[in-house]
T-cell receptor, first 113, second 114 residues
Framework: DQQVKQNSPSLSVQEGRISILNCDYT??????FLWYKKYPAEGPTFLIS?????DKNEDGRFTVFLNKSAKHLSLHIVPSQPGDSAVYFC????????????FGQGTELSVKP | DVKVTQSSRYLVKRTGEKVFLECVQD?????MFWYRQDPGLGLRLIYF???????EKGDIPEGYSVSREKKERFSLILESASTNQTSMYLC?????????????FGSGTRLTVV
């Protein structure tokens, strides 16, 4: 059972426009959410996170939105740059699971010049 | 600069071989994890460890075992490699407690079983 789902395997966006990556989850116990970015032949790197007590967190060009009632979060990248082309993974955790993260399938973002 | 180091970037092994994947972190982290990444399936947790000599099964432990004799080192063992274990293997570590600090990942080991 996939507790964290990224239903779009790929997304293509023009440079300078907004990229929106989506993630849905099923476990209402999740209380912390993270986004990771992965380039080919490298390990994922942490991008941005949000606690369930918030509905928005912003860091430069990256903003994560959390809709708890819909069990949905999204990552907005504005403006998108060619260097943002990578696979983005959504991840979730709950307090009673300690440090264990559950990851989604990933979305491959391609930003075209 | 904090690091998680995986001993091999690429490995090719034969079916039936015993395979060892090594991971070392220099951040004094309590938690260490092994994931595999496959297209369309994302990152799936194989095993994890919250402390030395501790191990817990993740979502897909079948065919794997782990060893954590020292805090900084977490080894993944494929007891008898099979072609369906061809994958990218990723090691990660994090400080003890909640996931709020996130993981630090290694660069991955691309394993091919022939």
């Amino acid at each position: 059972d996939q507790q964290v789902k990224q239903n779009s395997p790929s997304l293509s966006v023009q440079e300078g426009r907004i990229s929106i990556l989506n993630c849905d989850y099923t476990n209402s116990m999740f209380d912390y959410f993270l986004w990771y970015k992965k380039y080919p032949a490298e390990g994922p790197t942490f991008l941005i996170s949000i606690s369930s007590i918030k509905d928005k967190n912003e860091d430069g060009r990256f903003t994560v939105f959390l809709n708890k009632s819909a069990k949905h979060l999204s990552l907005h990248i504005v403006p998108s740059q060619p260097g943002d082309s990578a696979v983005y993974f959504c991840a979730a955790s709950s307090y009673n699971q300690g440090g264990k993260l559950i990851f989604g399938q990933g979305t491959e973002l391609s930003v075209k010049p | 600069d904090v690091k998680v180091t995986q001993s091999s970037r690429y490995l090719v092994k034969r079916t039936g071989e015993k395979v060892f994947l090594e991971c070392v972190q220099d951040m004094d982290h309590e938690n260490m994890f092994w994931y595999r990444q496959d297209p369309g399936l994302g990152l799936r947790l194989i095993y994890f460890s919250y402390d030395v000599k501790m191990k817990e099964k993740g979502d897909i432990p079948e065919g794997y075992s782990v060893s954590r004799e020292k805090k900084e080192r977490f080894s993944l063992i494929l007891e008898s490699a099979s072609t369906n274990q061809t994958s990218m293997y990723l090691c990660a570590s994090s400080p003890g407690g909640l996931a709020n600090y996130g993981y630090t990942f290694g660069s991955g080991t691309r394993l091919t079983v022939v």
